[in-house]
């Protein structure tokens, strides 16, 4: 139940609140659900991308960096490797 709670306010707050407060909120929220930062990168450059202003979809690149780094440190923490 929580992670659906986290998943719907991130997603609320990419149209509400400002991108500052959006991404702190998806970078707390990417320790328990890792592909969250992917999906709100993709929902976002849905709302927001002009191909007028720039070539790529910066928020989708910024996404897959932020679930990477999750999946990477999520995977060291469960196999207790980082002491």
């Known amino acids: 139940m929580m992670r659906i709670l986290i998943t719907l306010i991130a997603f609320v707050s990419v149209i509400l609140f400002p991108w500052q407060f959006t ?35 910066l928020y989708t690149i910024l996404g897959l960096l932020v679930t990477g780094i999750a999946i990477f440190v999520r995977t060291r923490l469960q196999t207790s490797t980082i002491h």
Do not use: H
């Not at 702190?24 to 202003?53: E, H, N, Q, R």
């Open 23 to 57: 991404a702190f909120l998806v970078l707390v929220s990417s320790f328990f659900v890792p592909l969250l930062p992917l999906a709100i990168g993709i929902f976002a450059d849905t709302l927001y991308y002009s191909m007028k202003i720039t070539l790529v979809p």
